[in-house]
Structures are given as C-alpha cells and as structure tokens.
C-alpha cells in the first residue's frame, strides 16, 4: 500500500483536518468525513476550514464528504478524529463500511464516561476484539494548529502488535512530523487522555494565581498521580516520561491552543463551567475526563487528589482556592519513596527481577 492509497479521517475538526491535510501533502487520496452539510460544502468549496484551522488552505487531493459509505469505500487506514464521547456511536455507524485489513487509527484523547472503558476497549466491544489487530493510537504533544503550518513534532503511535504500530508510523512519518511507536497502548490512552485534567487545573490556577511556581508544581504532581494510576491499570511507567505522558502534558498545560487550558483560565477567573465552555467553542475533553477518571479512581483504589479536587470544582461547586488549599494541606509524603513504591509495584507484577530506575 504505497502513498496513493486512500484515506479516510472522520471528523472535521481542527486536528481531523490537520492530519488529512498532512497526509494529503504526503501523496494520500483523503476523504475527510464530516456530519454537517455546511461544513462539507465549506471545507470543498473554499478550501478551508475557517472555523477550526482558519489560515491554512487545504491540498486539492483532500475531499470533505457527509457520506459515511463513500469515504470508507475502498480506505486502506481510516483516522478516527471524533471527540471521545462520540467515537462509539461513529464507529458503529462506520464499521459496516470499514475493510477488515484497512488499519484503523484513534487520535481522540479521553475515557467513555458511562463504561469508563478506554476508547481501545470500546473498540474491541463495539468491532469484536479478532479486529483489534488492525488498531492503533496516535498521541504526543501535537497541536493541530502548528501541525497544519509543518512546525517539527513528534508523537507516538501505540497498538497490541508491532504491525499496525508500524503502519501507523509509515502512514504519518515524514521530515516535520516524526512518529515512534510503543507497544504500551493503555498507558498511550491514559497519557492522552487524563493531561487534558491537568491541563484544565492548570488554567485554573493561571486564571486566579498565575504563578509559576504553582503551576510546576500542578503538572508535576498530575504527572504522579497519573502515572499511579497507569500501574495500577497495568501500563507501563515510563510510557508517562515520554512523548504521551510527559510531552504531552507539557504542551496542552502550557500553550495557548490548549482548549483545555483556555476552559480552565476562564473558570479560574470567576466564570462558569457553562460559560467557559461557551467562550472556548470547541469540545474540552478534559470535563468529561475528570468525571470517568474519578470513576476510575475509585474502581482501581488509587489516590487522585488532584483529579478529586477538580471534580469537585467542575461539578460540585468549590471554590478553586479551597481546592488549593486543599492539596496543599494534605499529609506529609516522601516524594521519592511514593514513586519507587508505584514502580517496584509495577515489576513485581511484570515477574521482572531486575528493575531499573
């Protein structure tokens, strides 16, 4: 399958359009499927998409369609870019279309709130899991914004076997966008998923304290709590100290495209959960995410104060600065010891006798 393929990417948001610009650019037929006729006739006619990615035009080998039959017909990868909480309902409506040895690729980043099933999971429940061998994940610290504009980025493509992670990796590989793969694919998911909760605290915390030394020591302290819960769900540690976990923490708690950021600023400035959510005009995962991650929390008995704090300000109306206070006045801890307990836990279970820190 060489790089006049087709490919089929559905949702035509900001990071849907980008990566079927970029894989245009690469010598792909693309189709980019979207449910909203204006958004069809849009994207086809102008050659932009002027809501999500303004500025960038679109390759002429790029062709929107509302047609779920018609993009999927024939696709050799098909790119799901759909927010989380509709990936079940667009997957079932596809799968009838979708070739058993087209490559499916998930890039959104968040947990189904209602199972708390990974979106992995989702797909073996709603596909069957004899398909799951032509699944994957692509995550990393990626922006659509300066993917669209070819600014250099890394990020990592995860899968249960080493053959549709490395098809995965061909597929987007190229001179700005270098892809790695790791077979870690819950720690993948959780990496992505659960840096859009920290993300949003960190706005929070720039919309009401702006200092940095709170915000380092926000993201410090989410990176340790997702990382316990990652063990406790079997992933691999230091999945969380690459481009999944740790890079892609960093991006979407710092930069200004972060939606999740944004939602949490407006939040830290007094507004509400409805009325920031409203400003920013795109899906924020990270709402949905808080609510399944405490759900998860509880299910695996891990200690997330972070994640419970932001639970209750989001949907149980504390004060952002109590919820500080709060974890600042928790009990006393060894940072040191906390981590090495979590990783000897790891190993011992993995029946490893020699691990390394």
Not at 46 to 63: A, F, H, Q, T, V
Not at 96 to 108: M, P, Q, S, W
Not at 170 to 199: C, H, Q, S, W
Not at 239 to 262: E, M, P, Q, W, Y
Request: glycine share 10%; proline share 3%; net charge neutral.
């Amino acid at each position: 399958m060489g790089e006049n393929g087709k490919v089929a990417v559905l949702g035509a948001g900001s990071w849907g359009t980008a990566l079927a610009a970029h894989l245009a650019d690469k010598g792909y037929r693309v189709g980019l499927w979207s449910r909203r006729p204006d958004q069809v006739e849009q994207l086809n006619t102008c050659r932009e998409n002027s809501r999500y990615l303004p500025g960038i035009k679109l390759p002429e080998n790029m062709l929107a369609t509302g047609d779920l039959e018609h993009v999927l017909s024939a696709a050799e990868y098909v790119v799901f870019s759909v927010p989380s909480h509709s990936f079940r309902q667009v997957l079932s409506d596809a799968l009838a279309y979708i070739d058993e040895n087209a490559l499916v690729i998930n890039t959104a980043k968040g947990i189904e709130e209602n199972s708390l099933q990974r979106l992995s999971e989702v797909f073996g429940e709603v596909a069957g899991n004899g398909r799951a061998k032509n699944y994957a994940v692509l995550s990393g610290p990626s922006h659509a914004e300066e993917v669209a504009l070819k600014m250099p980025a890394a990020v990592v493509v995860a899968a249960a076997s080493d053959e549709p992670a490395t098809r995965g990796q061909d597929l987007f590989m190229t001179e700005t966008f270098r892809v790695y793969t790791n077979p870690d694919i819950i720690g993948v998911e959780l990496g992505g998923a659960l840096k859009n909760i920290i993300a949003l605290g960190t706005g929070i915390v720039d919309g009401f304290i702006g200092s940095d030394n709170t915000k380092a020591a926000f993201i410090t302290r989410g990176l340790a709590e997702i990382t316990r819960l990652g063990i406790a769900m079997h992933a691999n540690p230091l999945t969380f100290a690459g481009l999944a976990g740790l890079g892609d923490l960093i991006v979407t708690c710092t930069s200004k495209h972060s939606r999740n950021r944004r939602a949490g600023i407006e939040i830290g400035r007094g507004n509400s959960l409805e009325q920031a959510l409203a400003g920013v005009n795109m899906v924020v995962e990270g709402v949905r995410t808080t609510r399944a991650t405490h759900g998860l929390a509880k299910a695996w008995g891990v200690e997330m104060p972070i994640t419970e704090q932001m639970y209750q300000v989001l949907f149980k109306g504390k004060n952002p600065k109590t919820a500080v206070v709060n974890l600042m006045n928790r009990d006393k801890t060894n940072e040191v010891e906390e981590v090495a307990l979590a990783k000897i836990k790891w190993w011992i279970e993995k029946d490893d006798k020699s691990p390394a820190f």
